[in-house]
């Protein structure tokens, strides 16, 4: 059974650039949620994915979008980086109806 | 802005000794679940917890959860170095959505 699987793993923007994280979810989970880890925080929640479409989101702003394919992996899309996206991403899997999260080890983002 | 405030945000302790974590809201959830995050990592599930007054133990690990699931505790019995790391509470409702709490950053000193 593997795990959630995020890439890249590092990554290095220029303001106002675009970006794409991809996670992959653990096998068996259709649920797919995204978290940004600024340093020092906990996670804030950011939206989940759920029949490849948005079941929830948090206080982001619409440059902030994902997708879900049908085999459940997920793409975070953001647009017009700024200084302060700098964060951990981090993306966690689920099985709909059941409280258990997997998360991956995340993609550190750096927007300069 | 975190729904749910961790105290205290430091802790460095000598190992053997005991410590309580805090995780407070004003908001009731319909679980809780505590994690331990190492860096560069994602955090790990240590234990969910759904009722109201649910105790649950985990080898040296206590939690509790709040009567009024609003709340809850951490505590960690003779802290060894791997208890090292943040210590993260997450309040979750319908549909597997959680909400992060601040951290409580943890070091055991041989």
Same mark, same amino acid.
């Given at each position: 059974?593997?795990?959630?699987?995020?890439?890249?793993?590092?990554?290095?923007?220029?303001?106002?650039?675009?970006?794409?994280?991809?996670?992959?979810?653990?096998?068996?989970?259709?649920?797919?949620?995204?978290?940004?880890?600024?340093?020092?925080?906990? +996670?804030? &929640?950011?939206?989940?994915?759920?029949?490849?479409?948005?079941?929830?989101? $948090?206080? &982001?702003? +619409?440059? &902030?979008?994902?997708?879900?394919?049908?085999?459940?992996?997920?793409?975070?899309?953001?647009?017009?980086?700024?200084?302060?996206?700098?964060?951990?991403?981090?993306?966690?899997?689920?099985?709909? $109806?059941?409280?258990?999260?997997?998360? $991956?080890?995340?993609?550190?983002?750096?927007?300069? | 802005?975190?729904?749910?405030?961790?105290?205290?945000?430091?802790?460095?302790?000598?190992?053997?000794?005991?410590?309580?974590?805090?995780?407070?809201?004003?908001?009731?959830?319909?679980?809780?679940?505590? /994690?331990?995050?190492?860096?560069?990592? @994602?955090?790990?599930?240590?234990?969910?917890?759904?009722?109201? @007054?649910?105790?649950?133990?985990?080898?040296?690990?206590?939690?509790?959860?709040?009567?009024?699931?609003?709340?809850?505790?951490?505590?960690?019995?003779?802290?060894?170095?791997?208890?090292?790391?943040? /210590?993260?509470?997450?309040? @979750? /409702?319908?549909?597997?959505?959680? /909400?992060?709490?601040?951290?409580?950053?943890?070091?055991?000193?041989?």
């Amino acid at each position: 059974e593997t795990g959630v699987t995020q890439s890249p793993t590092h990554l290095i923007k220029t303001r106002g650039q675009q970006v794409t994280l991809r996670c992959s979810s653990q096998s068996g989970h259709n649920t797919v949620s995204w978290y940004q880890q600024a340093l020092g925080q906990g +996670p804030q &929640f950011i939206f989940q994915y759920y029949r490849e479409e948005e079941n929830g989101r $948090g206080n &982001f702003p +619409p440059r &902030f979008s994902g997708l879900q394919f049908p085999n459940y992996s997920s793409e975070l899309n953001v647009n017009a980086l700024e200084l302060d996206d700098s964060a951990l991403y981090l993306c966690a899997s689920s099985l709909a $109806g059941t409280v258990l999260s997997t998360f $991956g080890s995340g993609t550190r983002l750096t927007v300069v | 802005t975190q729904l749910l405030e961790q105290s205290p945000q430091f802790l460095s302790i000598q190992e053997g000794e005991n410590l309580t974590v805090y995780c407070n809201s004003s908001s009731v959830f319909s679980s809780l679940q505590w /994690y331990r995050q190492e860096p560069g990592e @994602g955090p790990v599930l240590l234990v969910t917890v759904v009722t109201g @007054g649910e105790v649950k133990k985990l080898k040296r690990l206590t939690f509790q959860f709040g009567d009024a699931r609003k709340d809850s505790s951490l505590h960690i019995t003779a802290a060894q170095p791997g208890d090292t790391g943040l /210590y993260l509470c997450a309040g @979750g /409702y319908t549909g597997n959505q959680f /909400y992060f709490g601040t951290g409580t950053s943890l070091t055991v000193i041989p």
